[in-house]
């Protein structure tokens, strides 16, 4: 059985800095893709960023490039997110999911990930 369990979330200032960190268990890590999207009460899920198996591949939403970054140790079956200049619109559970076929054309698109963690709450107060 896959689970994904993220951690490392909580209220942060703006301005600041938090890493969010995603423990991946009962699959081949390094087969799968890799991202974190977030989600306000009300919206839709959003992409945030994607890492791909062991290139090390990085992409990023736009709202993110230069603040976020993405990165993975396929050793420990664990993909981390560091997390700076943070504003009010970061403010999101933010979720770590794996896409076992994913592709640079696809990484994007949260329906092509078959597996998800249960979400961690990133606060960012004024």
């Known amino acids: 059985q896959v689970h994904l369990v993220e951690s490392g979330g909580g209220l942060v200032q703006t301005g600041g800095s938090l890493g969010l960190s995603c423990a991946a268990s009962?699959?081949?890590?390094?087969?799968?893709?890799m991202a974190w999207f977030r989600q306000v009460p009300g919206k839709e899920r959003e992409f945030v960023a994607a890492?791909?198996?062991?290139?090390?591949?990085?992409y990023y939403a736009d709202s993110v490039k230069g603040r976020f970054t993405i990165s993975r140790e396929n050793n420990n079956n664990t993909v981390n997110m560091n997390m700076s200049s943070l504003t009010s619109g970061d403010t999101a559970v933010y979720y770590c999911?794996?896409?076992?076929?994913?592709?640079?054309?696809?990484?994007?698109?949260?329906?092509?990930?078959?597996?998800w963690g249960q979400g961690t709450q990133v606060t960012v107060s004024p």
């Open positions: 009962g699959l081949e890590f390094s087969r799968y893709w």
């Open positions: 890492i791909s198996r062991t290139t090390n591949d990085r």
């Open positions: 999911a794996a896409d076992f076929n994913g592709t640079p054309l696809t990484m994007r698109d949260q329906n092509q990930y078959e597996y």
